[in-house]
């Protein structure tokens, strides 16, 4: 009893699509972040973290349950395999209490997806059948109508569409309720993971901090533009207008600045808890058109949806920089070797020791993202109404190594190279000028397929 007293308690953030390269920690030129930067800078950071996979519902059963994306089926939850356990049922097996507060977002309900396995207490916000209904009656509606009604008409659905989304699970509120819930009923070591969707789009959370324009009218009209159009860039996955694009990147920075100075108050908190570690992530980034694309549906590895940031706070870890790519796939096995539970078969390592290992071509091809390629718009109402196997089977792969980036595209036969040191933008493909490099990550691409 006395070894168990003694275990950390573990807190798990997770901010859904949050872009790293949007922080100040990672990127000294944005200034929305203050709160997150300051804690980054105390914690072991992870400079190059990626996804095992995307969406949501793909990266999810890899972060909590240490599993290759798609090893067992495209289910879109945690696998109904006996195999495969969640971070939190092994925890609570070695006398953890065990928390969640997700925000609302349908693909994250515990009883749907499995995702309350081994929680003591599971709140996902789920007003659900409600918002499950009205998105199948949304997206059946805007099938129907595709392909007759004009961009216009559309545009105006988009605007009336805005004031039924709701916003009712933000930061704000979670963070209450966590506050309430740990003051009455907390027992320790305990795991609590946190899920926020206020940096998701429609980045409802950043409507009131949205300042583009010092001008009064000039903010107001971009705000109300921004609603007439936002939905259907999301469904068009495009925004051709750079005046469009850039009222909503706007959008996206002030919902992170929202966030940032809502996690203030959990951050003191944290930090004032002697034997608690705390680990800060996101589960995909945002496309803003970088490479043709709004959004994060899954059709690209390109950086700005592959990468996260990444960080694990605890008085008892010295700050320190890791170069290395690594990626959540390693959540898990850090969580559980941090705890000292006994179980051996989340995949990975612990991410504390990663100066210690060998980077090696089995470390490399655990570190990669692999996604469908090119998921059918069909997908969503798919989803919603339960058929929760997706059939497309062609993979997209991108494997880190080094200063090179090299992308796979089964569905399209097509290979990319890129200098990832020099090419931040992932535009020039050396994949014809490198053929030495080409051939090295084809050896890695075959441990992953
Ligand atoms: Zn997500």
């Known amino acids: 009893m006395d070894k168990k007293n003694k275990r950390p308690n573990i807190i798990l953030i997770t901010a859904d699509s949050l872009r790293p390269d949007f922080l100040g920690c990672y990127n000294p030129e944005k200034k929305l972040s ?192 921004y609603k007439s159009n936002s939905a259907y860039f999301v469904k068009k996955k495009k925004i051709n207008n750079k005046e469009d694009l850039k009222i909503l ?45 709004f959004g994060h549906h899954p059709t690209i590895a390109y950086n700005e949806l592959i990468k996260v940031p990444l960080f694990i706070y605890s008085p008892k870890l010295k700050p320190k920089k890791i170069h290395n790519t690594v990626s959540l796939i390693n959540l898990a096995n850090t969580i559980s070797k941090i705890t000292n539970t006994d179980y051996d078969n989340f995949t990975g390592f612990n991410l504390i020791e990663t100066n210690n290992i060998q980077i090696d071509k089995h470390f490399i091809a655990n570190n990669t993202t692999k996604v469908i390629s090119g998921l059918s718009p069909v997908y969503r109402e798919k989803i919603f109404n339960n058929k929760v196997e997706i059939k497309e089977k062609k993979m997209l792969y991108s494997i880190m190594k080094n200063e090179y980036k090299y992308i796979f595209d089964e569905k399209k036969e097509q290979e990319e190279l890129y200098n990832i040191k020099i090419d931040l933008q992932e535009t020039d493909n050396l994949l014809l000028k490198n053929k030495e490099t080409t051939e090295d990550f084809k050896e890695i691409l075959k441990k992953m397929r």
Not at 147 to 169: A, M, P, Q, R, W
Not at 180 to 195: D, N, S, V
């Open 34 to 225: 203050k709160n997150i930067d300051k804690l980054a800078s105390q914690s072991l950071f992870f400079e190059n973290a990626i996804v095992p996979s995307y969406p949501t519902f793909y990266a999810f059963p890899s972060i909590m349950c240490g599993i290759k994306p798609f090893q067992y089926g495209r289910y879109l939850g945690v696998p109904r395999n006996k195999r495969v356990k969640t971070i939190a049922e092994v925890l609570k097996a070695n006398g953890y209490s065990t928390y969640a507060f997700v925000a609302d977002n349908p693909l994250l309900y515990g009883e749907n997806y499995n995702y309350n396995r081994g929680f003591d207490y599971y709140f996902d916000h789920k007003y659900h059948e409600i918002s499950k209904k009205k998105m199948v009656l949304k997206y059946k509606f805007q099938r129907l109508f595709e392909g007759y009604l004009g961009e216009k008409i559309l545009k105006l659905l988009s605007f009336v569409n805005y004031f039924f989304e709701t916003n009712h699970s933000n930061a704000k509120k979670i963070n209450k309720e966590i506050k309430e819930f740990i003051r009455k009923k907390k027992k320790e070591p305990y795991f609590l993971w946190i899920h926020y969707m206020d940096t998701h789009y429609p980045y409802l959370s950043g409507y009131k901090h949205f300042n583009l324009y010092k001008n009064y009218i000039r903010n107001f009209k971009a705000k109300m533009r």
């Open 249 to 293: 990147t706007s959008m996206y920075e002030a919902s992170i600045k929202f966030l940032d100075q809502e996690v203030e108050d959990l951050f003191n908190w944290t930090k004032k808890q002697k034997d608690t570690y705390l680990i800060f992530t996101s589960d995909h980034g945002e496309a803003l058109m970088e490479h043709g694309n």
